[in-house]
């Protein structure tokens, strides 16, 4: 790894204008998400309990993997590419990939008409339809998520060790073993379900018969 500038606190002002009024609107998604779930989906959106397919699915996947995607791209031009100069970066967009693939997550919870299944999808081995382009993605962004999370408390306990926690010292220290394979982890499996939802959305337009290839994902990703 080349040498590069460490990470330092960004300070300012926390709560600007700006910052409260996301507050406030979170807020209201807040109180909407509980009546969505109170009433159900067809209630709130005017779409199928049963079959919510929609405008919504593509908006999430737009907005939260988009959000999701600088921790991922940056990873990889650091840690695999060996671009130290972009370290100081990492921080910020692995909060913000977290950040974002936790938002997509709750979305599609928000999204699916039969939400209360979802924790069947990592457990049911024997269920799983290999043939289901959606089985990867639901995999893998489950999967990242955690990952994405233990990438980002590395750097929550060592700025508690800082201050003399003798317990977070020791939580930070063995993070530090691990996270080679973490990093490993976060490159590959973005690069697996980002191919996937590529091809999901090629499915839904019209392809000429040269695509329909089962390497349909990575011609997306190339």
């Not at 290999?130 to 089985?135: D, I, T």
């Amino acid at each position: 790894m080349s040498a590069h500038a460490h990470a330092t606190p960004v300070g300012g002002k926390l709560l600007t204008p700006g910052y409260l009024l996301l507050v406030g609107i979170a807020l209201v998604g807040g109180v909407l998400g509980l009546y969505r779930f109170a009433v159900g989906l067809g209630a709130t959106t005017a779409m199928s309990d049963g079959y919510p397919w929609g405008i919504w699915i593509a908006f999430d996947v737009v907005t939260g993997t988009a959000m999701g995607a600088g921790g991922y791209a940056l990873a990889l031009l650091i840690y695999v590419l060996n671009n130290g100069k972009y370290h100081p970066l990492i921080r910020g967009a692995l909060v913000t990939t977290a950040l974002g693939y936790t938002i997509a997550g709750v979305s599609v919870m928000l999204d699916v008409g039969r939400w209360w299944h979802i924790w069947k999808i990592p457990l049911f081995v024997t269920q799983w339809n290999g043939n289901s382009a959606l089985l990867e993605v639901a995999i893998c962004i489950m999967a990242y998520m955690i990952v994405a999370w233990i990438e980002v408390s590395s750097s929550i306990f060592e700025h508690w060790g800082k201050k003399g926690n003798a317990t977070a010292q020791s939580i930070h220290s063995a993070l530090r073993k691990i996270l080679p394979f973490v990093i490993a982890l976060g490159v590959l499996l973005p690069t697996m379900h980002q191919s996937s939802l590529g091809t999901l959305m090629m499915l839904t337009v019209r392809l000429h018969p040269l695509w329909h290839s089962q390497l349909m994902p990575l011609l997306f990703l190339v």
